[in-house]
């Protein structure tokens, strides 16, 4: 049900929300935070047994096998669900915009990726278009600026949806990144294969959020956080780093990314 002073329109429904790797290894808070605003919106949340890696990172590496092992047991996992919802467009978009074509050589498999992708959101798009999440009743007296991921901004459709629900925040005051469809050079493995390129891309990211003036950056992808939060770190900035679910949920006792109480370290 939700509470007093947020509304949705939509029914009840059965969301399986999948946490991802670095949320369950790094950011668990992010987790928790996700079923609050779900279940705000008036979603019935669990987290199933058997999750387990979307794949992605195989994927991108080109083992095509474990791709499609991992991918089998994510549908198996979640395909009872009305909605499949992740606090990543990243994730999100592994499942909706690769697994059919991941599994297009067993016809079988790949009807039921087709099924999935078409339930599978991002956090703060399905709270947005889905649910219509309104009124939500936290404060956050800070300086922002929102970094759109990737896979969110190209994959996902996602760049409106987080800017409505942070207005909605009191006290919230949302900067603008002089050029927010650049890459923060994370991209997965890739900051692995090309580390001079991806340290090159992300230094100017940083560049970018310094001179925003902002006292907090945000985004929906913790690949992307733990990145810039981590060159933030290592540059001598005091900017804080969280994932947006902790602020629209309120979820704000732990330390930020990349700060010396945070178990993630930079």
Not at 26 to 45: H, N
Not at 54 to 75: H, K, S, T
Not at 91 to 114: I, K, N, Q, T
Not at 131 to 157: N, P
Request: proline residues 6%; glycine residues 10%; contains cysteine.
């Amino acid at each position: 049900m939700s509470e007093p002073g947020l509304t949705s329109t939509a029914p009840s429904l059965r969301v399986g929300l999948l946490p991802t790797c670095l949320v369950d290894l790094f950011r668990p808070e992010v987790g928790f935070a996700s079923v609050d605003l779900l279940e705000k919106g008036g979603a019935t949340v669990s987290v199933p047994p058997g999750l387990t890696c979307c794949g992605q990172p195989a994927y991108n590496a080109g083992n095509r096998p474990a791709a499609q092992a991992l991918a089998r047991q994510v549908i198996e996992a979640l395909e009872g669900f009305d909605y499949v919802v992740a606090p990543s467009g990243s994730c999100a978009g592994m499942l909706r915009a690769h697994y059919p074509d991941l599994l297009s050589d067993d016809p079988s498999w790949h009807r039921r990726a087709v099924a999935l992708s078409a339930r599978t959101f991002e956090l703060v798009s399905f709270l947005v278009d889905v649910l219509h999440l309104e009124g939500l009743e936290t404060s956050f007296a800070r300086k922002v600026v929102y970094h759109d991921s990737c896979s969110s901004l190209r994959e996902m459709k996602v760049h409106a949806q987080p800017r409505q629900l942070l207005a909605q925040v009191e006290g919230l005051e949302l900067r603008d990144l002089p050029r927010p469809e650049a890459c923060c050079g994370f991209g997965g493995t890739f900051c692995v294969k090309y580390p001079d390129i991806s340290t090159r891309m992300v230094s100017d990211k940083v560049a970018d959020v310094v001179a925003s003036g902002a006292d907090v950056l945000l985004a929906g992808d913790l690949g992307c956080l733990l990145n810039i939060a981590g060159r933030l770190s290592r540059l001598g900035h005091t900017i804080e780093v969280r994932h947006v679910a902790e602020v629209l949920a309120g979820r704000l006792a732990s330390p930020g990314l990349g700060s010396s109480g945070d178990a993630s370290g930079s």
